[in-house]
């Protein structure tokens, strides 16, 4: 099957762009999505999940330029377990360093 993208004015010039550089390797020098199915031996099958495999396509594309949206109360969490996650590293290296330290000659001239 052979989606023409320049001739899909109905797409969103976001969407069909990053279409175009999510599926470069698909899209030929005519500007031509080749999408291809051998799944099945009946030709009304495979071009069944022909149109499947565009529409995911579409949908990736589509969710890849849609903003997220951050939680509040989840930034909140995660930079919670930043902070934990810093001082119990920093609390190591100062363990680490503790020991090496005692490990040093004490001698008084």
Not at 26 to 32: A, F, P, Q, S, T
Not at 34 to 58: E, F, G, P, Y
Not at 76 to 97: F, P, T, V
């Amino acid at each position: 099957m052979r989606f023409q993208l320049r001739n899909a004015d109905w797409l969103d010039p976001d969407v069909l762009q990053a279409l175009q550089q999510q599926e470069k390797n698909r899209i030929n020098k005519d500007g031509e999505l080749v999408i291809q199915s051998q799944r099945t031996r009946s030709q009304l099958n495979n071009v069944d999940d022909a149109l499947d495999k565009l529409q995911s396509i579409l949908d990736a594309a589509w969710k890849s330029v849609q903003p997220i949206e951050e939680d509040p109360g989840k930034k909140r969490k995660l930079q919670k377990q930043i902070e934990k996650g810093n001082e119990r590293r920093l609390l190591g290296k100062k363990m680490h360093s503790d020991k090496k330290k005692d490990r040093r000659s004490k001698i008084d001239y």
